[in-house]
């Protein structure tokens, strides 16, 4: 078990509740992790992984 | 041979560079890629379409993070597949670290990319699912940087 940063310093992960979910979706692929600790939450990250953007779309006239 | 009407793709890369101004274009010091920021804000703010540059107003507030948000860092070099040019910043946008951890206790869902060199003109928004963060990192990954995936991409 290592340590992890939270409200209250540094605290080892075996003292903590962990809890992780997941989204993905057509805009992201989502993963966040929270620990807590004696019922309340002490530490939160989310990584987002963007997926496919809307793209501008040039026009031209005919004359 | 025949002849094709189109919108030249050269053009749409040369975009991406400033290379073409038809009004007043702003006057350049130099010919380096300006910079470029990326600010979050609140699931309540409205940033969209409409938005022209930075505001602090719904942006998020919170430990550990800046009004304005943090440097892109630079973009891949404008290019084109077919007939779309396209770009993105070469790295992960990453707020906070395991040393300086930010805490964001009211739900935001977007980022809006922003040109810290010309006023704070706003480039492009992305929304994604509503986060908090707490004693903890925030960190947007990238799309594949190419002509259907890319950020900035001009079809």
């Given at each position: 078990m290592g340590m992890v940063t939270t409200t209250k310093g540094q605290m080892d992960e075996a003292q903590l509740e962990k809890r992780e979910g997941l989204i993905d979706n057509d805009d992201e692929h989502t993963k966040w992790v929270e620990y807590w600790h004696e019922g309340e939450l002490v530490h939160r990250s989310a990584h987002v992984t963007l997926k496919k953007m809307p793209s501008i779309d040039g026009a031209i006239a005919s004359f | 041979m025949?002849?094709?009407?189109?919108?030249?793709?050269?053009?749409?890369?040369?975009?991406?560079?400033?290379t073409h101004a038809f009004g007043t274009a702003p006057t350049r010091a130099t010919t380096a890629a300006d910079s470029f920021k990326a600010a979050l804000y609140l699931a309540t703010a409205t940033i969209n379409a409409s938005t022209t540059a930075y505001t602090a107003t719904g942006e998020v507030t919170g430990t550990n993070y800046t009004a304005g948000g943090i440097s892109t860092g630079a973009f891949n070099a404008p290019t084109s597949t077919s007939t779309t040019a396209f770009t993105q910043p070469t790295t992960s946008l990453t707020f906070g670290s395991s040393g300086s951890p930010v805490t964001l206790s009211t739900a935001f869902d977007c980022v809006l990319i922003y040109n810290s060199t010309q006023s704070n003109k706003a480039v492009s928004v992305h929304t994604f699912s509503s986060q908090t963060i707490t004693a903890g990192v925030f960190t947007?990954?990238?799309?594949?940087?190419d002509s259907t995936n890319a950020l900035i991409r001009l079809a």
């Amino acid at each position: 078990m290592g340590m992890v940063t939270t409200t209250k310093g540094q605290m080892d992960e075996a003292q903590l509740e962990k809890r992780e979910g997941l989204i993905d979706n057509d805009d992201e692929h989502t993963k966040w992790v929270e620990y807590w600790h004696e019922g309340e939450l002490v530490h939160r990250s989310a990584h987002v992984t963007l997926k496919k953007m809307p793209s501008i779309d040039g026009a031209i006239a005919s004359f | 041979m025949a002849n094709t009407q189109a919108m030249c793709t050269s053009f749409k890369v040369e975009l991406l560079t400033g290379t073409h101004a038809f009004g007043t274009a702003p006057t350049r010091a130099t010919t380096a890629a300006d910079s470029f920021k990326a600010a979050l804000y609140l699931a309540t703010a409205t940033i969209n379409a409409s938005t022209t540059a930075y505001t602090a107003t719904g942006e998020v507030t919170g430990t550990n993070y800046t009004a304005g948000g943090i440097s892109t860092g630079a973009f891949n070099a404008p290019t084109s597949t077919s007939t779309t040019a396209f770009t993105q910043p070469t790295t992960s946008l990453t707020f906070g670290s395991s040393g300086s951890p930010v805490t964001l206790s009211t739900a935001f869902d977007c980022v809006l990319i922003y040109n810290s060199t010309q006023s704070n003109k706003a480039v492009s928004v992305h929304t994604f699912s509503s986060q908090t963060i707490t004693a903890g990192v925030f960190t947007l990954t990238l799309p594949t940087n190419d002509s259907t995936n890319a950020l900035i991409r001009l079809a």
